[in-house]
T-cell receptor
Framework: NAGVMQNPRHLVRRRGQEARLRCSPM?????VYWYRQLPEEGLKFMVY????????ESGMPKERFSAEFPKEGPSILRIQQVVRGDSAAYFC??????????????FGPGTRLTVL | AQTVTQSQPEMSVQEAETVTLSCTYD???????LFWYKQPPSRQMILVIR????KQQNATENRFSVNFQKAAKSFSLKISDSQLGDAAMYFC?????????????WGAGTKLIIKP
């Protein structure tokens, strides 16, 4: 059973460009979470999605950031007009159901975004 | 709001010995989950162990065990017979058991160094 897949693993962008980060959840998981990790810090929640629905985006910056989880295909975290402060590791996690005793979130390997 | 504190930025232990990593948290809730995740140099976030707050028995997973003190809001991780492969950043995380709150709240991490 493949784990959570994220690509690319490393992404370099120049200021003002767009960054697209992809996440394929574990098989059988329909809930996806995105977290951001700044250097020397723990992870910070960004957004929680189910198929075709954004459930909670309270941790997402109001501008330039968006996320989707279409009916078919991976979840996408999109950052428009990147700035140096967006440089971080972005982790995706998935779970089968969030409200059960077995709702542990399993993480992908992360995408390390570097903005030049 | 809930917070998680890891007061040890770095710990070191001799190979084959035992080490304990500290974690405290603050919450007004009575039902929640606690986790320890390991992040090796590969940056992959790996679940080490999980504890449900309603369970009095401390969770164990092979060489990893926790000391869960609910009244003290303490959740320490004990690693027995330390191995070189245990070297990593260790993060403590909290999640509410309320249906509407599924975000993982993270500590800042403890870097564990294993001395051969």
């Amino acid at each position: 059973n493949a784990g959570v897949m994220q690509n690319p693993r490393h992404l370099v962008r120049r200021r003002g460009q767009e960054a697209r980060l992809r996440c394929s959840p574990m098989k059988g998981h329909s809930h996806v979470y995105w977290y951001r990790q700044l250097p020397e810090e723990g992870l910070k929640f960004m957004v929680y999605l189910q198929k075709e629905n954004i459930i909670d985006e309270s941790g997402m910056p109001k501008e330039r950031f968006s996320a989707e989880f279409p009916k078919e295909g991976p979840s996408i975290l999109r950052i428009q007009q990147v700035v140096r402060g967006d440089s971080a590791a972005y982790f995706c996690a998935s779970s089968p159901e969030p409200y059960t005793s077995t709702d542990t979130q399993y993480f992908g390997p992360g995408t390390r975004l570097t903005v030049l | 709001a809930q917070t998680v504190t890891q007061s040890q930025p770095e710990m070191s232990v001799q190979e084959a010995e035992t080490v304990t990593l500290s974690c405290t948290y603050d919450t007004s809730e009575s039902d929640y989950y606690l986790f320890w995740y390991k992040q090796p140099p590969s940056r992959q976030m790996i679940l080490v162990i999980r504890q449900e707050a309603y369970k009095q028995q401390n969770a164990t997973e092979n060489r990893f065990s926790v000391n869960f003190q609910k009244a003290a809001k303490s959740f320490s991780l004990k690693i027995s017979d330390s191995q070189l492969g245990d070297a990593a950043m260790y993060f403590c995380a909290y999640r509410s058991a309320r249906d509407s709150n599924y975000q993982l709240i993270w500590g800042a991490g403890t870097k564990l160094i294993i001395k051969p």
